[in-house]
């Protein structure tokens, strides 16, 4: 997950800022919104963009969420729990309140959703879905009440399966409207979201309650909330079918129906706050289907003909809240009879009096309760009430105590696995945190709210707020000082980037001096001891120096020390995804989108959003470092910090190393123990998977080759597999072509067939493959097949459109495969193609016309072969591909027929590379004007380029960041022009070009 930060409101001035700024983290986090928005499925998206139409930061109850997509008709597809799972996961929405609170309950929509570079994009995206739903029937079934003043009079709506009102606030249903819903199924006019008390919300009148008798399909009901409902008429028992009432809030409800025992389906009774409402009807022991009743009422005995112990008919019930009025009459130990629901797991019970006698109740609690909640109770000591029942409460893991007299929490015995306290409104009772966590050793989660503050605590305070303040005023000089800096330092940028060293010499000494009072304005006093001989030497050296010696100093290894204390700082869940990198050879260079399929194998789960939140704690310590010099922004590779085979290091790492997975060194060096981990590391440069060696790897689900070079698979070893989902045989690590890998022979494949839950296959450059046999493209789980490097692959099967799931398949670099197989263009949910090959139209049938039908593709390189056809106009067709971010395209050859080629680059491109390009000049379809404004980078490699002059005299590539020119021997460089040329550049690497061997800012 996120850090908290992630959640919070963009400022309003975010929304004016250039979104040709990625430097900022708003914008960094937007961005990861949508890439996350964008690994959804077309039914995932459209659940997301569904939640759209609720009001801006509306609070939404996740129970109330399922109803609302199964009215839509997104049930049929997938369970919505695992819908909900994974746009928790990608942070689209996050969870209301704390986010220490380990149950979720409530949510919202990320607040960086409403910022207008993404929303207007995501509402691009719900009109394409509202062209193609693929809800279109369940979707036009279900009307939505927007308006504040909804009037709903005679016409056509009788093929309306569910009504929902998501901010109506005045229902008028004229006569005879319900009458003619002959289907209808759901009735949601209440309020729908959470902590929404303040959204009114009346009926005209409530005469059409009665035009409701006729609803023989209807299941739910909902007028929570709603004002002028006076009674509840006797038509509402004629609904057989009902299976929620939702009757919380309802203010003016003074009358129920006399026996309710004809609502034989009802599951869910909500009779809560419902303050006129005291007595219960009767017929309620009879709905033996009921799983919630909430606001279940005990008063006097002339109004309530319902005891407790009618309620332990109800066998199912899971859901319990009981409200004990003024005048209750209480029989004996008639409380004790809750033992009874051994289902019940939630109970909330509720005290309307303070009377200490209803303190005294006897009680017993059934095996299975989870929760308990406990409101405005009469007594002093509640755990010394709680623990008067007959057996312990050692199921419970959360208890609520809200309002009443409680003033000691003594007595805490049989509460050791109580996981979740919250205390509110107990002005009586004073809370030592420390108490709390002897009390309830178990404890991961307390909330206190408004208890007791003595006069001391009080005075404590205004002391506090006074301090608080003062430093509220420090921080505001602090900032104004700070900018100040910042200004100067702007301008040496502005020296350093258009390369004007000349007048950064005559200003050197100004700005020194500007450095050197700013400086002392945000040192605090004594803090700048030494500043008159840092001066000296910073004017000892140029800008340009210090410049150069940042890169290498972000690569410098942290002191022992220093990586100590880094290291003690981690909890231990990030320890482990630490230390699990250990397990990689050493000085290796891992690349960055390989690693997550490593932690979630190796260490266990982990979500999209909590990968990026890891990573990046993990390398903001220095715990990892990028590969390189550091002066480039994108970080795609990175190496441990070496400083970890310190002789002061190592053994405290050795210390915490736990056997996070199988090694095959281990299991040879003890062979008949059993393989205990459900990943599997080939470390050894020779490997050979058999049964003899005794250890068992039936339940293996992944399979890691981080150092063999020599794959022996016996046979029928494969085969006993039957849960791997990650085969990674490949090679792992980046610039890792000295790694030679090969297999004894192809027949392991055969015995891939069965393996119905492998979703990842990795052969990457592994020799003596030479043809993947057809059963490969019966692996219909298969997300991701990378074959890239493969050099003896000749041969792919002529068909590969069985492989429906397929999100990634990397043919790239396999130079003896000369053709393309076929259905490419039936894989709809690809995102990453990469070695498309156009070659002779006798050896390729495709044409980049046929990628048109692939929607999701965010990823794409293109290979043009010797003997290449390109029809006219055929890269043109690009443009469709409106998901494309990163677009690579190769020349293999150098014939200059290939120079005119006319390419409509896509909208959302922000990464080009060219390679081999045969033109001596910048193409039409690549000067400025032409590029669209998200590109971000542009790599050019080989082939015979001369002149970056693009002949657009007005136009600059304003948007360009990155730049990398590489083997262009024919071209000629002037670097002092290049911040002229690409005015946003941030970074450069030149690599032996014409008149520079190597040349990098």
């Not at 001369?946 to 020119?965: A, Q, S, V, W």
Request: glycine letters at 4%; charged letters at 25%; proline letters at 4%.
């Amino acid at each position: 997950l996120l850090p908290q930060s992630d959640y919070t409101q963009l400022p309003q001035s975010s929304k004016h800022l250039n979104v040709a700024v990625p430097s900022t983290p708003h914008f960094r986090n937007l961005e990861r919104l949508k890439s996350n928005y964008n690994s959804l499925d077309e039914y995932d998206k459209e659940s997301f963009l569904s939640l759209l139409r609720f009001p801006e930061n509306a609070v939404i109850k996740k129970q109330n969420i399922y109803i609302w997509w199964k009215q839509l008709g997104l049930d049929y597809f997938r369970e919505v729990e695992d819908v909900f799972r994974k746009l928790r996961e990608y942070n689209l929405i996050v969870p209301h309140g704390h986010v220490k609170c380990p149950v979720e309950s409530k949510f919202k929509i990320n607040p960086g959703v409403r910022h207008q570079s993404l929303w207007s994009f995501l509402q691009n995206e719900e009109r394409q879905f509202s062209k193609h739903r693929v809800t279109y029937h369940s979707f036009n079934m279900c009307l939505q009440l927007y308006q504040p003043n909804f009037k709903i009079s005679d016409v056509k709506t009788t093929r309306w399966q569910s009504v929902l009102n998501i901010s109506a606030s005045y229902l008028n249903f004229e006569s005879q409207w319900i009458v003619k819903m002959k289907k209808l199924e759901v009735l949601q006019l209440g309020r729908w979201l959470h902590e929404s008390a303040k959204h009114h919300i009346e009926v005209q009148s409530e005469e059409f309650l009665k035009e409701l008798r006729d609803q023989k399909y209807l299941k739910y009901l909902s007028l929570r909330g709603i004002s002028r409902i006076f009674e509840l008429p006797p038509s509402i028992l004629q609904l057989e079918s009902l299976e929620t009432l939702d009757l919380k809030a309802c203010h003016n409800l003074e009358t129920l129906p006399n026996d309710i025992a004809s609502l034989r389906n009802l599951k869910y009774l909500n009779l809560s706050e419902c303050y006129l409402l005291d007595r219960m009807p009767k017929g309620i022991d009879k709905l033996s289907e009921l799983e919630v009743l909430k606001g279940f009422v005990i008063g006097s005995s002339s109004k309530t003909p319902c005891r407790i112990s009618d309620i332990t008919n109800l066998k199912k019930l899971k859901r319990l809240s009981i409200h004990i009025t003024s005048g209750a009459v209480i029989q004996d130990r008639e409380f004790e009879s809750l033992k009874e629901l051994e289902e019940l797991e939630h109970l909330k019970i509720s005290w309307g009096v303070s009377d200490t006698r209803y303190s005294d109740i006897s009680i017993d609690f059934p095996s299975s309760l989870i929760k308990l909640h406990v409101e405005g109770f009469p007594g002093q000591n509640i755990l010394e009430w709680l623990n008067k029942c007959s057996e312990p409460l050692l199921t419970l893991k959360e208890l609520n105590i809200t309002g009443g007299k409680v003033s000691s929490m003594n007595y805490g015995k049989n509460y050791r696995r109580l996981e979740i306290i919250r205390l509110k409104y107990l002005k009586y009772l004073d809370v030592k945190l420390t108490y709390l966590g002897d009390l309830f050793p178990s404890l991961m989660y307390v909330e206190i709210k408004q208890h007791l503050v003595t006069e001391e605590k009080k005075d404590d305070l205004k002391d506090l707020k006074f301090e608080l303040n003062n430093i509220k005023d420090l921080f505001s000089i602090v900032k104004r000082n700070e900018e100040e800096l910042l200004d100067t330092l702007t301008v040496v940028d502005g020296y350093l980037r258009n390369s004007n060293i000349r007048k950064l010499k005559q200003e050197e000494k100004a700005i020194c001096e500007r450095i050197r009072i700013s400086k002392q304005k945000l040192l605090p006093t004594g803090g700048a001891t030494h500043q008159s001989s840092n001066i000296e030497v910073s004017q000892e050296k140029t800008f340009q120096h210090e410049k150069l010696d940042k890169g290498e100093e972000m690569n410098k290894a942290l002191s022992p020390q220093s990586f100590k204390v880094h290291y003690n700082d981690l909890d231990r869940l990030h320890k482990r995804f630490f230390l699990s990198l250990l397990l990689f050879p050493k000085n290796a260079i891992i690349k960055k989108n390989t690693l997550h399929f490593w932690w979630a194998s190796v260490v266990g789960y982990i979500m999209i959003g909590q990968f990026e939140f890891v990573f990046e704690y993990l390398f903001d310590r220095k715990l990892i470092v990028p590969h390189g010099n550091g002066k480039c922004p994108v970080v795609s590779k990175f190496k441990i910090n070496p400083c970890i085979h310190h002789m002061l290091v190592w053994p405290m790492l050795q210390n915490d190393e736990e056997q996070l997975c199988d090694t095959y060194s281990k299991l040879i060096a003890f062979p008949h123990r059993n393989a205990s981990h459900p990943s599997l590391l080939l470390d050894q440069p020779k490997v050979k998977l058999s049964d003899r060696f005794g250890f068992k790897t039936t339940h293996c689900r992944a399979v890691f080759n981080v150092g063999a070079s020599y794959l022996n698979f016996e046979p029928q070893w494969m085969v006993k597999m039957k849960h791997l989902e990650v085969l990674q045989l490949g090679r792992w690590l980046h610039d890792s072509p000295q790694h030679h890998i090969e297999v004894e022979n192809e027949e392991f494949f055969k015995e891939l067939k069965d393996q119905k839950n492998l979703k990842y296959l990795s052969l990457r450059g592994m020799s003596r493959i030479f043809e993947l046999p057809p059963l490969i493209f019966q692996l219909k789980s298969l997300a991701i097949l990378d074959l890239k490097a493969c050099h003896n692959l000749e041969t792919l099967p002529d068909d590969i459109s069985s492989l429906r799931n397929l999100r990634h398949l990397d043919l790239s670099q396999c130079y003896l495969l000369d053709r393309m197989p076929n259905g490419i263009e039936k894989l709809h949910n690809l995102e990453v193609l990469k070695g498309f090959q156009i070659a002779s139209s006798r050896k390729t049938p495709y044409r980049i016309s046929d990628l048109a039908n692939l929607g999701n593709l965010e990823r794409l390189s293109i290979h043009i072969g010797s003997g290449a056809v390109i029809q006219s106009g055929e890269f043109e067709s690009l443009q469709v591909l409106l998901k494309l971010e990163h677009l690579k395209i190769s020349w293999i050859v150098s014939d200059t027929r290939y120079n005119d080629i006319q390419i409509s680059l896509p909208l959302k491109l922000t990464k080009l590379h060219l390679e081999g390009f045969p033109g001596e000049s910048i193409p039409e379809w690549l000067k400025p004007s032409k590029l669209p404004e998200r590109l971000k980078e542009l790599n050019l490699t080989g082939g015979k380029l001369k002149f970056l002059d693009h002949g657009e005299n007005d136009c600059r590539y304003t948007c360009l960041e990155i730049l990398r020119l590489k083997y262009l021997k024919y071209l000629n460089v002037d670097t002092s022009n290049l911040q002229e040329l690409f005015p946003s550049l941030k970074y450069a690497e030149i690599k032996q070009v014409k008149n520079i061997e190597y040349f990098e800012f």
